[in-house]
């Protein structure tokens, strides 16, 4: 039989940390006298890469090793401002305790660096249900990219197409389809509307069960 896999993003899908990422970004421009807008940041920022982010707003040219100082600077400040607020989207550890019952295979693919997928991760006491664990190191084009879909797919020895991804913005939705997976928009970021066009929506994990995913993958059993 095909192994079925769930992949999740992490921000904004594993744990509500956009507007901390906002919080944390906001400090850090205004240390630099870097200006931003809200709408830039919704445009620039959610489900970006550093690198992406770094030489948009700081609008001038920046060696590899400046992006990844002052990304490492960043986010060093985002989990410093997110570590007492750390919990799971409601009904996450129930509904990934559910999938892996069911033989599910479980994945994490985000575009964020390694230092924060483990901060949530251990933080959470997520990582003994994983199966995949993949941050932007692991990868050489991020998302809209669909390789570390690709990658987890093959981590998690399946198929894109044997996928559910769990997304929540217009670069990760993007990704996920890119890759040829099933995708299910978190609506914790972005409206339905500002995404591409997903099977299913979900605000938590109490608006989607087992019985969901088996119907999106078409898992038929006798």
Do not use: W
Request: glycine share 4%.
């Amino acid at each position: 039989m095909d192994n079925y896999a769930v992949i999740f993003d992490m921000d904004g899908v594993i744990a509500h940390t956009n507007p901390y990422h906002s919080e944390a970004f906001r400090q850090f421009f205004d240390n630099y006298n870097v200006p931003y807008t809200d709408q830039e940041f919704e445009d620039h920022m959610y489900g970006k890469h550093n690198d992406y982010i770094m030489r948009y707003f700081f609008k001038r040219e920046l060696s590899d090793e400046e992006v990844k100082r002052l990304a490492d600077e960043k986010e060093a400040l985002f989990r410093e401002i997110y570590r007492s607020h750390l919990e799971p989207i409601a009904g996450l550890p129930e509904f990934l305790a559910a999938l892996r019952s069911e033989g599910m295979h479980i994945g994490v693919a985000t575009s964020a660096p390694r230092a924060n997928l483990d901060f949530i991760l251990d933080g959470l006491a997520l990582r003994p249900l994983m199966d995949s664990v993949l941050a932007s190191e692991d990868v050489t084009a991020h998302k809209p990219d669909p390789e570390i879909y690709l990658k987890s797919a093959a981590n998690l020895d399946t198929r894109p197409a044997n996928c559910v991804i769990f997304e929540d913005s217009f670069s990760g939705v993007s990704a996920a389809i890119n890759a040829g997976a099933k995708v299910v928009g978190v609506l914790t970021s972005h409206t339905k509307e500002q995404l591409p066009p997903c099977q299913h929506y979900v605000r938590n994990y109490y608006q989607v069960d087992v019985a969901k995913i088996k119907q999106m993958l078409a898992i038929h059993h006798a």
